[in-house]
């Protein structure tokens, strides 16, 4: 396939490490021009840097994002209504109400779109789903904890350090387990938004899970980890020895070419439900 055109949307520190350097590394994807609000920051990803979010419409055929998630909601339903296919961050919104807005706005428009949930394109996590599904899975367990909201951390940004781990890691831990042990259909949730929260799971498997997370934790922290258990065995992801991002930028670029992806906005609104109904019970 020709290299996707991908504009991409914000310069902060994750879009530097991360989006800018995987869209213009290709072969599935070109980076034809970035968006951002400093322009300076822009002018760092060596791509041109157009000062209007419609002239890098202009010049791309798609549109990643790498913002924070209110700024998300609203730049991404402009892009789908200009017709280009969406490479969006998580969580798609900074609440529930924004989320449901911009998928309506994707499912009226027909734009392809896909989530960057990470952990779901590396090979181990695939390899790790594989064995949760011949283990008759009926319960796991998963750890995510730092100190990334102290300090001068690069990513203790506004958002994270007003809303904290559920939002942030959140996603993440929730759609590994939803995929490991079935649909997520219930969640109990105690603890508080900015220090320790506690997550109880209920799959519509008939499993269950639990997730502890925190951002803000000193000292040295426990490596991060998801497990499952079954009636024939056990799984544990391992740590990463391959780039997901390059994973990221091949499916993209066959979501754009010929429609449609696993993790769409649409699941991406069911993740932010699950959040939604677990930061109602939290303590600020």
């Not at 280009?84 to 009226?108: C, F, Q, T």
């Amino acid at each position: 396939m020709e290299p996707v055109a991908v504009g991409l949307v914000g310069a902060g520190p994750w879009a530097r490490m991360a989006h800018g350097p995987m869209l213009a590394k290709g072969p599935h994807t070109r980076l034809a021009g970035v968006w951002a609000r400093r322009p300076e920051s822009a002018a760092e990803l060596g791509a041109p840097v157009f000062t209007r979010i419609e002239e890098l419409f202009e010049h791309c055929e798609a549109v990643a994002f790498c913002v924070p998630p209110a700024v998300q909601a609203e730049y991404a339903a402009r892009a789908a209504r200009a017709g280009k296919a969406l490479l969006l961050e998580k969580p798609l919104a900074d609440s529930l109400d924004n989320a449901r807005r911009l998928a309506e706005v994707i499912a009226e428009t027909g734009v392809p779109s896909q989530m960057v949930l990470t952990l779901r394109y590396a090979r181990q996590t695939r390899d790790f789903l594989a064995r949760c599904a011949e283990i008759e899975p009926f319960g796991g367990h998963a750890v995510n904890i730092s100190g990334v909201l102290l300090g001068d951390h690069p990513f203790a940004t506004p958002w994270r350090l007003e809303r904290g781990a559920l939002l942030d890691v959140g996603p993440h831990i929730i759609d590994v387990l939803d995929a490991a042990l079935g649909r997520v259909t219930g969640v109990r949730a105690h603890g508080s938004s900015l220090g320790w929260t506690g997550l109880l799971l209920e799959h519509e498997s008939g499993a269950v899970s639990e997730a502890s997370l925190c951002m803000a934790t000193a000292g040295e922290a426990p490596p991060s980890t998801i497990a499952v258990y079954g009636r024939t065995g056990s799984a544990v992801l391992p740590p990463f020895d391959d780039d997901p991002l390059e994973t990221i930028a091949e499916e993209f670029a066959r979501t754009v070419r010929q429609g449609g992806h696993a993790l769409d906005a649409a699941h991406g609104l069911r993740l932010q439900r699950i959040i939604a109904e677990a930061e109602a019970q939290l303590t600020p």
